[in-house]
């Protein structure tokens, strides 16, 4: 198990970049999958993106792919994503969560999940 902590929410106007970190408590974090979700108001938990313990193997939903960018960096425990190309659409409570079993395209089965850092693009 990993405690998880998000930051580098805000409030960004269309078109802006912002940049979310992940870090991790648990001394085993480069064993997990890690991913990114976010949940708009009103709708359900969503995918965004996930990279793999090693080799840096990455995934995305299509609505953010070409537009963020995840990475992540096991010495410092951390994993980020990097937002560009902000839409009003965009906005959401983002979460990262982690997995032990599965690969970056399996978006189901994560155990572990921060509290969330909420982003909002104006238009």
């Known amino acids: 198990q990993v405690q998880l902590v998000e930051s580098g929410g805000g409030l960004v106007q269309a078109g802006g970049s912002l940049k979310l970190s992940c870090a991790s408590s648990g001394r085993t974090f480069s064993s997990y999958t890690m991913g990114w979700f976010r949940q708009a108001p009103g709708k359900e938990r969503e995918f965004v993106a996930a990279?793999?313990?090693?080799?840096?193997?990455?995934y995305y939903a299509d609505s953010v792919k070409g537009r963020f960018t995840i990475s992540r960096d096991n010495a410092k425990n951390t994993v980020y994503l990097q937002m560009d190309s902000l839409k009003p659409e965009d906005t959401a409570v983002y979460y990262c969560?982690?997995?032990?079993?599965?690969?970056?395209?399996?978006?189901?089965?994560?155990?572990?999940w921060g509290q969330g850092t909420q982003v909002t693009v104006s238009s």
């Open positions: 969560a982690a997995r032990s079993t599965g690969g970056v395209a399996t978006t189901t089965g994560y155990t572990d």
């Open positions: 990279i793999s313990q090693n080799f840096g193997i990455t």
